[in-house]
């Protein structure tokens, strides 16, 4: 992986091309400006304002156009709306540095070289090309449509102030860090296995301990039948604790000697209290015990008896 270290030392310029040779010096820094031929360029009309969401845009503006490969995105802004998008290939660089014998620790930065010449600037690369830029584009032509051409010299030219920065190479990965992360997966898939067996003994021991408790108690195969079992022995339950309750109250019931409670009777829900010898006027007196403890219940009279019923 490039790292790009930051010197007060003064950086040389160099113009990284796959048929160009050099005489390196292992003291120095570099500058690498990189061949168009070793780059993708497009100047685009794009509906946003920063190079940010610009270049979150240059996969799919390149889309139709890059060969198979797996390539880096960055962007330069030329003017509101419009923006010069550059498409690479990190390997390919990486290994023609390599092959070139240009030491990871001397180079100083990687830069496109879109900057290095002004407008209709052009100079001879070698015997068959030239290097130009016409209409803010720098592209490679063949020498042979031009005569009287200057060599490139790096030194007289302006230095990029733009970079590659050093996250953008962040997808090519070490061989170690592959093999890092291929062990942290293999432990977190070992991991994940130990669990997935806990969680199986778990739920084999719980399966068993409910067969045997549907068996001992003679449950339903079903929660939902269970369930449904339970619900309407509840509802019984309540029931019955209100019907205590109720004939716990009914036994507060003062009567007099000519009164007295003839029967009482439950059925459908409905507690029926039958008192013989209550008159209207007196039946306020013998059901205050009910209106004190807000329980609800109709009453009437036939015969001279007080007929009482409780819905429960």
Known sequence: MILLWRFKTQATALFLDVKSNYSLDADKQYAIILSPALYWVKRVSLPVKHIRDAKKLAPSVFEETLPQGNYSYDAQKEAEGVFLLFAYEDKKILDLLLEKNIANNSVRSISFAQEILDDDEKYQLDNERVIVKKEGIVTILPAAWFEGLQALDMASL???????????????????????????????????????????????????????????????????????????????????????????????????????????????????????????????????????????????????????????
């Open 158 to 312: 302006n230095m990029p102030k733009k970079s590659i920065k050093l996250e953008q190479f962040g997808h090519i990965v070490e061989t170690k860090t592959l093999y890092m992360g291929a062990l942290l997966l293999a432990c977190f898939t070992l991991l994940l296995g130990v669990e997935y067996f806990v969680y199986s003994e778990q739920k084999a021991t719980l399966e068993e301990e409910k067969t045997a408790l549907f068996s001992k108690y003679k449950l339903k195969p079903t929660m939902m039948q269970n369930r449904a079992i339970l619900a309407h022995y509840t509802k019984i339950d309540k029931e019955q604790e209100h019907l205590r309750m109720y004939l716990k109250y009914l036994e507060k019931i003062v009567l007099k000697l000519d009164e007295h409670i003839e029967h009482i009777r439950y059925k459908n829900h409905i507690l029926t209290l039958t008192l013989q010898g209550v008159t209207n006027q007196e039946s306020r007196r013998v059901l205050a015990v009910l209106v004190k403890n807000s329980i609800p219940f109709t009453k009437k009279f036939e015969k001279e008896k007080l007929f009482v019923e409780i819905k429960l």
